[in-house]
């Protein structure tokens, strides 16, 4: 590993280690690549190494604070493969999920414990991960897939149906939780050896963060805080606890579960989007000792009203008073924009 590289990972160790004496740190993503088939990257693995170190070459005419770092592509349907959905390849976009086989106790039973080696799309993914580290640049930290959280990977299994099962057959709901808490607890520490991550950490968004994983709970936006309390929050805590700690990802614009998030003792991160949340009232809402992770896209379409008046903040070196704030901006088409960003963040 270089000195350059070297030196970023020890910036990243004290924002998460001792805010108060770190300095904000500003990474940059890209997921468009033009002219691109993206149906080769689930079955071949030259064209997925290839899909990655383009999608990040993208940052190479500035320099911002990512740890150089690239993944395995298959979408968020992973997990829900392991259980017997099946996966939508596009050429266009991330593989999708396309069927939702969980109707009832017994179809969860005809799936229970699956090999995490074996099942759905995993053996590609093991492939794909074999030939990555044998030939991507030395320099470079290999990420875990984009493995969803036990809540997500019931939805994405159920369909929409989950949330009419969440009050008519929440048995249903927390037994197929449990089984997709139990298949990633078993599921990543493999992972993490296959592409030798460390124990105690792992890499995303350009950062590196204490724990063994992230958990997506995108979808708690779409629930209640009681049935995230009763049904969830214990199996969320149950991964974490597991996993040494780790950080979690949410969407929408609804933060009512926070507080709940707030009760996960090894919760040492969480991802938020600011085009749909405000930063400023979240970073007042959060865990004092819980890494807020201000993330999303920085130009329009995606770019929201809220979303603007945050830049707009920004720009002017208007932050929350929380001092553990880490920003990943994505998709960026005027490198200006990065450059701005960047130095508006910094000179803070």
């Not at 590289?5 to 990243?12: F, L, M």
């Not at 990655?52 to 740890?67: G, N, P």
């Not at 979408?75 to 396309?98: C, H, Q, R, W, Y």
């Not at 009763?230 to 009512?256: K, V, Y």
Request: aromatic share 12%; charged share 25%; with cysteine.
């Amino acid at each position: 590993m270089s000195k350059a590289v070297e030196g970023k990972i020890k910036k990243h160790d004290k924002l998460w280690s001792d805010p108060a004496s770190a300095q904000y740190l500003v990474t940059f993503a890209w997921s468009v690549v033009d002219d691109f088939d993206i149906s080769q990257i689930v079955s071949d693995p030259s064209k997925s190494l290839e899909y990655s170190l383009v999608r990040w070459q993208k940052r190479e005419d500035f320099e911002d604070d990512s740890i150089p770092m690239i993944r395995v592509e298959i979408g968020t349907g992973l997990v829900a493969s392991a259980f017997g959905a099946e996966l939508l390849i596009k050429a266009d976009n991330m593989p999708a999920v396309k069927t939702h086989p969980i109707k009832s106790k017994q179809d969860i039973e005809a799936v229970k414990d699956p090999d995490h080696f074996k099942a759905g799309y995993f053996p590609q993914v093991y492939e794909n991960i074999k030939y990555f580290r044998e030939n991507m640049p030395s320099d470079f930290r290999l990420c875990q897939c984009d493995m969803q959280g036990p809540w997500n990977s019931a939805q994405l299994l159920v369909g929409t149906k989950i949330f009419l099962d969440v009050y008519d057959d929440p048995d249903l709901v927390c037994l197929l939780l449990e089984e997709m808490t139990d298949f990633m607890i078993k599921a990543i520490p493999p992972m993490k050896q296959a592409i030798a991550e460390e124990p105690d950490c792992f890499y995303i968004q350009g950062t590196k963060i204490p724990g063994g994983s992230r958990l997506c709970n995108c979808s708690t936006d779409m629930i209640s805080p009681d049935f995230y309390q009763r049904c969830i929050l214990e199996r969320d805590n149950r991964f974490f606890e597991a996993m040494g700690g780790g950080m979690m990802h949410i969407c929408g614009n609804t933060p009512h579960c926070i507080p709940h998030f707030n009760k996960i003792e090894k919760l040492n991160g969480l991802e938020i989007n600011f085009n749909y949340l405000d930063v400023f009232k979240v970073a007042d809402m959060l865990r004092e000792d819980i890494v807020l992770l201000c993330t999303g896209p920085v130009e329009y379409p995606l770019l929201t009203p809220l979303g603007q008046e945050t830049l707009n903040k920004f720009y002017k070196g208007q932050f929350p008073d929380k001092k553990n704030i880490f920003f990943h901006f994505n998709d960026a088409a005027d490198f200006d924009i990065c450059k701005k960003l960047y130095d508006a963040i910094h000179s803070f």
